[in-house]
């Protein structure tokens, strides 16, 4: 670059530089442990079944393992004790040095008398509660675990329910370091109140599809403003749905953010 600023590969190798930066600056920071807790759902056994939800859960497991380092818990076609059970785990066992990831594939449903979103687990009824996991209860569960951040990500009609509007602040100064001092709570979802595709990724949703691309082509310290930026375009193109990042509600968030350290 400085022998040929303007010559043919400079914009290659700016580019190349900046990874290069990232990575230095990522070394001296202590990221913590990564988990992650990987449902997918196609085979209800009361509602109609799904096509891709499996496919996707297992290539988010895979990229998430293979190039993150994650140590990954994969429920496929769980009841609603199973994720429950899940939850209780991380609660016990993680702790302020811990990141973790939750990432559901599968039907969802709103309440709209009472406002509330829900997950449906592989045994879930029409009409009966009981069986269904509330937003409520994954507040809830937010709260109580220590790990110091958590992303949820969900790929299910309604799952914009658990967000609000506010988006997450804007870079400045030593980013990487100061969000990984904070306590952060943020969901990523695939769509607002609108139904969402449970195909059109080749294999994939949509959404699925973008986000495993995503993760892909970073080669450095992605945290999840920006890989929602790489995610939004693509699938608002290729679908009728606009997912939505944000912080959520009243579940322990202090302005941290959750950031995906590649191997």
């Known amino acids: 670059l400085k022998r040929y600023p303007k010559g043919r590969y400079a914009a290659e190798a700016k580019a190349h530089l900046a990874v290069l930066q990232r990575l230095a600056s990522a ?15 196609n085979n209800y056994k009361n509602l109609p079944k799904l ?3 499996i496919n996707d859960a297992k290539g988010v497991a895979k990229v998430l393992k293979d190039e993150y380092g994650f140590k990954v818990t994969t429920l496929i076609d769980p009841d609603r004790l199973d994720i429950i059970d899940a939850f209780d785990e991380y609660r016990e066992s ?4 811990d990141n973790l990831l939750i990432y559901y594939a599968g039907h969802g449903w709103l309440d709209e008398d009472a406002d509330r979103g829900y997950w449906l687990p592989a045994d879930a009824q029409s009409n009966r509660r009981g069986r269904w996991v509330s937003n409520a209860t994954i507040t809830d569960t937010l709260k109580t675990l220590l790990a110091k ?40 979802v695939s769509g607002g109140l609108e139904p969402v595709m449970d195909s059109g990724g080749g294999g994939h949703s949509v959404f699925a599809k973008a986000f495993l691309d995503a993760l892909d082509n970073n080669r450095a310290v992605m945290e999840g403003q920006a890989l929602f930026d ?14 939505q990042y944000s912080d959520i509600r009243k579940a322990g968030h202090e302005g941290g953010e959750f950031m995906f350290v590649r191997k």
């Open 149 to 188: 951040h958590v992303m949820v990500v969900a790929d299910s009609c309604y799952s914009g329910t658990l967000t609000r509007s506010a988006n997450i602040g804007l870079r400045s100064g030593d980013h990487y370091k100061r969000m990984a001092k904070k306590w952060a709570r943020v969901e990523m």
């Open 94 to 97: 993680l702790g302020g040095k």
């Open 51 to 53: 096509t891709t939800a």
């Open 27 to 41: 070394n001296k920071i202590d990221f913590g442990n990564y988990h992650a807790l990987v449902i997918g759902i």
């Open 230 to 243: 790489a995610i939004k375009r693509p699938v608002v193109l290729n679908s009728d749905q606009t997912p």
